[in-house]
Each structure stands twice: as structure tokens, then as C-alpha cells.
């Protein structure tokens, strides 16, 4: 018996500027066709769409949703989804693709951010559709981003900066209140800025190994006061946020690659791949093979690698 042809996922790649990782499209020509694609695909970037008119459906892996005219999508990088219209429609969009933890690293460290696992949730493996009658707040964040990235007028940027983070904290609420029966307390410790200089170092040099004491000389602190400090604000102590860090990058490209899972221990920044394992399994629960059957979203698929839309295709 032959084997089922597989589904394809297209993974859609989009260069974002380094300095302001996001970009904007938007115009007329962004005009969705009622045509359903047999092809699901996924991004290296948060996506956030605008529908400014008609309706259609969107498909994720096993499940599809309507969206409406003034609907906001928030989609994860590493979810697989397509869009069509209705039968006889061509909604207009303006997709946001951004890269959250780099548009705030010289400013705002969300490590800061208290429940930050809702946030990690929600740029790693999370999706909504927000209608505009029960979220008319999202609506106004997303229409005034997409006004400033269109408009550019002066110091656009931290506007923007300024917008996504409030559009960020409002998701982190909605999602904490209506996916959890205990409602998440938003607040950050007093001494949070003390230590975001080590949190941006950990963040950008996790592959890498380097002395607690750099951190603690990165803060201004003394190595036991930085350790002490350090674990009073983030729960854990410094080496035990690297690994965290570490096995979530881990976790992304065990669901999105075939990366085999020597190669990513390396790539993470663990030196044995003993050391990788047991710090997955203490994390995470299972072990990193388990992990990969149970939230690979290609296991069955065949992934095409492309670069990101400019433009909607031709029919």
C-alpha cells in the first residue's frame, strides 16, 4: 500500500530590520481570495491582521474559525493557519509581522513582566480571533499601529514601541482571565530595572557560556547580592533562567525543524547532550523526543521554505 501524500506547510520567512523588527503590509492590493489554499503555512514572526472589510475563514492544523470585518488576529510564529474569503468576497487586510522580544530589548526586557509564561504562551503557540464588538480595545491598538507605521511621521518608532507593549500587557490579561479560571495579577517587582541589563545579556548570549559574575558586573551588584536579587525578582536563580531560556528556544525548533536533537542541545548552548536532556526533562516534564511527537506541528507534513509575501499571489 503506498503512503498518504503528504500535506505541505509553506514556512514563510520575513527579514525584519534588526534595529525595529517589524514591518507593515498593508494597501488595496491586500485583498484575500475566496479561493481555500490546500496549503497551510507558518511564519518566523508574530502576525497580527486587520480585516477592514467582508468575511471569510481561517484554518489552523484540525480546527477553523470565521472572521469578520474589524476582526484583529493575533497568530503565533510557529502555528500553521491559511486564510480565504467568503464565496464572491476580497477582504482587505493589514498584517502586522514582528518580532516582540527583539522590538523591546533596548527598552523594556519582558522578562520583567510578571506570568511571563502567558506571554511566552502567546508568541509561541497561541492564536485568536478578536471581534470588534467584544474587544473594541484591541481594535484601536491595532488601527493606531497600523496608522503610525503608515504615516512615519517623527520618533514613529516609540509610538509604536509604546503601542504593541499595551497591546501586549491587554492580550497577557485576556488570555490569563479567559484561559484559566484565576485571573493573573499584572505587576512587576520594584527592583525589576535593577537587573534587566543581565536578562538582555542572558537573552541575546544564551548560546554562549559565561561567569554569573559578568552578569553581576553587568548590574552594577556584587556576585552574591546580584544572585540574591536575581532570585527574588525571577523565581529562580541565574543559571537556572540560562537553561530555561536555553530549552525554550529549544522547544521552537523541536516543533518547527527536523533539526536532529544533538544538533539542537548544541545550538542552544548546552555542551552534553546529557546535560540538554536532563534540564528538558526538569522543565519541561518529558523528554525531548516526547516532546517533539507531541507538538511537532510537521511530524506528518512536508515543509516548504520560502520567503514571506510582499504582495498577495496572482490568481
Known amino acids: 500500500m503506498s503512503k498518504p501524500k503528504q500535506t505541505p506547510i509553506e514556512y514563510r520567512n520575513y527579514a525584519l530590520p534588526a534595529y525595529f523588527p517589524i514591518l507593515l503590509l498593508s494597501g488595496d492590493e491586500w485583498r484575500i481570495s475566496d479561493i481555500p ?15 477592514e472589510s467582508d468575511s471569510g475563514t481561517m484554518e489552523f492544523s484540525d480546527i477553523s474559525s470565521d472572521f469578520h470585518e474589524g476582526d484583529v488576529t493575533f497568530i503565533a510564529g510557529e502555528i500553521p493557519h491559511t486564510t480565504y474569503s467568503a464565496p464572491g468576497r476580497a477582504s482587505k487586510w493589514s498584517y502586522i509581522f514582528l518580532n516582540v522580544e527583539e522590538l523591546f530589548h533596548p527598552y523594556f526586557p519582558l522578562e520583567l513582566i510578571s506570568d511571563k509564561e502567558v506571554l511566552d504562551m502567546l508568541l509561541h503557540s497561541s492564536w485568536a480571533i478578536f471581534p470588534r464588538s467584544k474587544y473594541p480595545e484591541i481594535y484601536i491598538l491595532v488601527s493606531e499601529i497600523v496608522h503610525e507605521l503608515n504615516a512615519k ?23 490569563g482571565t479567559e484561559n484559566d479560571e484565576n485571573s493573573h495579577n499584572m505587576s512587576t517587582h ?12 542572558i537573552q541575546r548570549n544564551y548560546k554562549q557560556d559565561f561567569p554569573i559574575d559578568e552578569l553581576a558586573e553587568l548590574c552594577d551588584m556584587s556576585p552574591t547580592h546580584f544572585r540574591r536579587t536575581f532570585s527574588s525578582i525571577m523565581g529562580v536563580n541565574p543559571l537556572k533562567y540560562l537553561s530555561r531560556v536555553r530549552i ?7 516543533r518547527t525543524t527536523e533539526i536532529p536533537i544533538l544538533d539542537i542541545s548544541e545550538e542552544v548552548g548546552f555542551r552534553s547532550i546529557s546535560t540538554f536532556n536532563r534540564n528538558f526533562m526538569e522543565i519541561t516534564g518529558i523528554k525531548p523526543m516526547q516532546y517533539r511527537k507531541q507538538m511537532s ?9 520560502c520567503t514571506g509575501w510582499m504582495t498577495p499571489p496572482k490568481e
Open 37 to 51: 489554499s490546500h496549503v497551510l503555512h507558518f511564519h518566523n514572526c508574530v502576525e497580527i491582521g486587520l480585516c
Open 153 to 175: 511621521e517623527l520618533n514613529f518608532q516609540f509610538s509604536v514601541r509604546g503601542l504593541v507593549l499595551s497591546l501586549m500587557m491587554r492580550l497577557i490579561n485576556i488570555f
Open 190 to 201: 520594584e527592583n525589576s530595572l535593577s537587573i534587566s541589563p543581565a536578562l538582555t545579556y
Open 248 to 254: 525554550v528556544q529549544a522547544t521552537t525548533l523541536l
Open 297 to 305: 506541528y510537521i511530524r506528518d507534513q512536508s515543509v516548504l521554505k
